[in-house]
């Protein structure tokens, strides 16, 4: 981003201010603009008045926006009376955007939709946006799993020449169906992001293909042995000394309830490679899952204290050492 001749262009219409949320001022400044996602971006006037607010980094995704932003200058608060006044949906566009940004899922579905309703641009589509913010809030189950399908078969209908766009979204509604009990879904959507990958030359497609293998193995052939080959597949050259790999693969294991004892030999030396700070801190979570996973919670207890010290700053470490407390007295209470 720094020395990006595209994005250095376009961020001189603004002033940058970085802010690391972890640290120092900067855990001030982003509670007080109710920061819980990296990387976000806030563009406020000089008096910390929001104008437009955004979550993540891709570079045309980022340049179009921050364009976008720019472009109108009133406060969010002004946006909002304007729709109400005045639909647009460029204006439908930047509330959505805003909302997503601050967790408002249900806010960031309707404003997408009248953006889709409103749009007289015949390149303009928000099929995605509509669809992601569901996802996001499907844990919360805001939205009839019948509506999130829905948006997830238009958002790949508008898809259809993008590969890449159809793995995400049939890989992640495939995840959705799965925790919904629908295991035609699961294996239909997996389906469609097999066949937008099947047989393509690019690279990321294989992997892409490969990837999809394993969720397919794993969810629909219920063949948790071949998936974890088939994991172990996509990773990485090299991945067995890489602590960040062995760390991604002990996660992966975690996440599915699979190869756990494997998991945690590779998750042990994940932790001894490891660079002390941060990044041994997150390889001793991954770790204290595997374990509290594998019933002993007493040294994922040991095991989240040692990351509270290798990242003293970390605002989840010192959770994960109170939850890891109260599952350890409450076993031993039962």
Known sequence: MNTDTDVQKTLESVVLYQVDAEKGDGK??????????????ILANGSGQTI?????????????????ATADLTLIEEKQTRFMESPSAGTAEALGRY?????????????????????????????YEIFDNMAESAGDKLFPYEEMSQAADAAIMSSRDNPHGIVGISSRMARISNQNKRPDDV?????????????????????SHNELMVDFSLMVKNDTAT????????????????PKQLNEFAWWCFENNANLEEAEKLSRKSVELA????????????LAEIMHAKGNTREALELSKKAVRESPDSRYFPQQVERFEKLLKEKQGS
Do not use: C
């Open 227 to 242: 998936a974890v080959e088939y994991k172990k597949a996509t990773m990485p050259e090299g991945w067995l000394n890489d």
């Open 28 to 41: 001030i400044l982003a509670d007080s603009f109710k920061v819980r996602a990296y990387p976000t971006f």
């Open 275 to 286: 660079k002390p700070g941060r990044d041994k801190a997150s390889n001793l979570d991954t």
């Open 187 to 207: 294996a239909r959507y997996l389906q469609a992001g097999l066949d937008a990958t099947a047989g393509k030359d690019d690279e990321g497609l294989k992997q």
């Open 52 to 68: 437009d607010r955004w979550l993540g980094y891709e570079k045309d995704y980022f340049i179009e926006t921050v364009g976008s």
């Open 99 to 127: 909302n997503a940004a601050i967790f408002n899922y249900r806010d960031a579905v309707s404003h997408y939709r009248q953006a889709q309703s409103l749009k007289t641009d015949p390149k303009s589509d928000f099929t």
